[in-house]
């Protein structure tokens, strides 16, 4: 007894995603992957802070909570956007053409940037969760 395959139509052919294409989803992934460990990373010295006293010394200071916590978000968030400028460049020098063609710059910069906008503040809740920075990252 013999088996023969049934001949792929080209409908199915079609329809099976390009080698290239599964690529470039395995490398956005690694890079949203990647990207979620700054502002995690950015967590490690508020939580040092917060357990160490430091904080509360800036309280009694007379610093005011408020000043505390804007410029502390103010230097994560440039230091986000130089991480995301970085990344942009390396997309350029290795000529990532999915990210890098025409209006497509402008759109994956906004949507890096907007995904690290948005995973700073919910960092900083983890600030009053964990007692140990080792942990929290």
Same mark, same amino acid.
Request: net charge negative; proline share 5%; with cysteine.
């Given at each position: ?6 001949? !792929?139509?080209?409908?199915?052919? !079609? ?57 502390? !978000? ?10 995301? %400028? ?24 906004? %949507? ?22 080792? %942990?929290?990252?």
């Amino acid at each position: 007894a013999s088996t023969h395959p049934i001949p !792929a139509s080209t409908r199915a052919g !079609a329809e099976s995603p390009d080698v290239n294409e599964v690529l470039e989803i395995m490398k956005i992934c690694s890079w949203i992957l990647a990207l979620s460990f700054v502002p995690a990373s950015y967590m490690v010295y508020v939580i040092d802070e917060n357990v160490s006293g430091s904080l509360h010394l800036q309280f009694t200071s007379g610093l005011p909570p408020w000043f505390f916590w804007f410029a502390t !978000a103010c230097w994560d968030t440039f230091w986000y956007l130089v991480t995301s %400028v970085i990344m942009l460049i390396i997309m350029f020098i290795t000529k990532q053409s999915y990210y890098t063609s025409g209006r497509s710059v402008g759109a994956f910069f906004c %949507v890096v940037t907007l995904f690290g906008f948005s995973n700073i503040p919910i960092m900083y809740l983890g600030v009053f969760i964990f007692s140990d920075s080792s %942990v929290a990252f």
